[in-house]
């Protein structure tokens, strides 16, 4: 097998996000868009660069934290994609395999196209391929033109091109494969005579058609999966799109999805057969649900939450880093964040897990063990361990833990004034 690395175009600005944080960082579901674009190269790639420049160092830190496998590449200034990928042409000097270019704005393409990309990469013999797809509305993207012959000519930028190229509906995806050895020369010869004044990656499949290289297209069917992010409303629709794939998804395996219309799951949420989803239901992050669960109306899981089988999680509840075992429910107006809970527990109405000290900043963990019963409208003040069996009053503010099978009160007792009413209607 041939050696593929990555380099990931990360520097640009982002001028249409109208943002102080840079595109790139912009959130999916929690998870930032070039997260997307790096978790789906991974299981390909043995290494990736990625270009940063604006906001570099936040760009950066994001990479580090969680792709300690990647590397980023200053570019600065930002003089163009062309200029971009140039950023890594010292480390890549000796390299001989294959190269391929993405862009961190492009969040939805899949790890199964990439492969399919470069198998047809591969396949063709080609020297360069560039991803493209046809839109009915090609407004904004770099068209693809041909030849007669339907052969590649060039790639021709919307502020570049003349109203008939205009016309075109194939556009580049902003993907690339490329053997390196034979174009890695290309980026010390772009120039940047054009409407941008800037260094066009898109610029080598005509440099390419000039060294009499082979240069193909790998049309793309499913154009959603080259949606890229350049404004709020493209994030808004890229959101969309991730959410309906998703939603199919479970479905498909056996989950109820009551309403997908107001139902929202990240990719990175697996869930058991027969549960059933109830609508208006937000769930972010990493999570695991088992089978037979009921979640919602109005649920709201903010990740690192598993659930077991057949459990409930009902309407207003929240749940954040939460491990729950089988059996057990939270039915209604809850909070429960940094948990344990085991099996056969049921949580009154209105319970909440006090997990965060706001003077310390700590956040401190409750534990319940199996079959515990907490009473509606109590307050669990971590740390604090309820053993099993043990019964917690309504209305009970917990803050010492709790021995098995015993019961907890805090209210104090109820009081009774015989004729009260009567007495002050007097
Ligand atoms: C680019 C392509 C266009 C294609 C589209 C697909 C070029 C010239 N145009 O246009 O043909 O249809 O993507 O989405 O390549 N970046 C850098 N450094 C720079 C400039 C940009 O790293 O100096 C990064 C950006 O952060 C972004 C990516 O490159 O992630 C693409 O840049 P952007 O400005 O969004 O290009 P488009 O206009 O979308
Ligand atoms: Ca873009």
Redesign the pocket.
């Known amino acids: 097998m041939r050696e593929i690395k990555s380099i990931?175009?990360?520097?640009?600005?982002?001028t249409r996000m109208k943002s102080e944080t840079p595109?790139?960082l912009h959130k999916i579901f929690e998870k930032p868009l070039l997260g997307y674009v790096l978790d789906n190269v991974k299981n390909i790639v043995n290494e990736s660069f990625i270009?940063?420049?604006?906001h570099a160092e936040e760009v950066t830190e994001f990479v580090n934290r969680n792709y300690n496998a990647a590397k980023t590449v200053l570019?600065t200034?930002?003089?163009?994609?062309?200029?971009?990928v140039s950023m890594v042409c010292p480390s890549l000097n000796k390299f001989e395999g294959q190269v391929i270019i993405l862009?961190?704005?492009?969040p939805l393409i899949t790890e199964k196209t990439l492969r399919d990309f470069i198998e047809y990469h591969n396949s063709q013999n080609s020297d360069i391929t560039v991803m493209s797809t046809i839109f009915e509305n090609p407004t904004?993207?770099?068209?693809i033109v041909r030849v007669n012959n339907n052969s590649l000519k060039c790639?021709v930028?919307?502020k570049d091109a003349t109203d008939e190229q205009k016309k075109i509906k194939e556009?580049?995806?902003?993907i690339y494969c490329l053997n390196w050895a034979k174009i890695k020369d290309a980026f010390s010869q772009l120039t940047s005579n054009n409407a941008?004044g800037?260094?066009?990656?898109?610029d080598i499949i005509a440099w390419g058609k000039q060294k009499n290289l082979n240069v193909n297209a790998f049309i793309l069917n499913n154009s959603d999966e080259?949606y890229?992010i350049?404004s709020r409303k493209n994030l808004a629709e890229a959101t969309r799109i991730i959410n309906k794939r998703k939603l199919d998804e479970l479905m498909d395996s056996g989950v109820t999805i009551v309403d997908p219309s107001s139902t929202w799951i990240s990719e990175d949420t697996q869930i058991g057969t027969d549960s059933i989803i109830y609508p208006s239901t937000y769930i972010e992050g990493k999570n695991s649900i088992g089978c037979n669960c009921k979640i919602g109306p109005c649920a709201h899981l903010r990740g690192d939450v598993e659930v077991g089988c057949n459990c409930k999680i009902g309407n207003f509840v929240e749940i954040k880093k939460a491990k729950i075992a089988d059996n057990t429910n939270v039915g209604h107006l809850s909070y429960i964040g940094d948990a344990e809970l085991g099996s056969n527990i049921n949580i009154g109405a209105g319970t909440i897990t006090a997990n965060y000290n706001p003077l310390s900043k700590v956040k401190s963990k409750t534990i319940l063990k199996d079959n515990v019963k907490i009473g509606s409208n109590s307050v669990l003040v971590a740390p604090v361990t309820i053993d099993e069996g043990a019964n917690v009053g309504a209305l009970s503010v917990i803050t010492k833990d709790i021995p098995s099978w015993s019961l907890a009160l805090t209210r104090s007792p109820i009081k009774i004034l015989n004729d009260w009413v009567k007495k002050a209607l007097k």
Not at 8 to 14: C, F, R, V
Not at 171 to 174: I, K, M, Q
């Open positions: 990931i175009l990360a520097a640009g600005k982002g595109k790139v270009i940063v420049g604006h570019q200034p930002q003089l163009g994609t062309g200029h971009a862009c961190g704005d492009t904004n993207y770099g068209r790639i930028e919307e556009v580049n995806a902003g941008q800037e260094y066009y990656l898109t080259i890229g350049n």
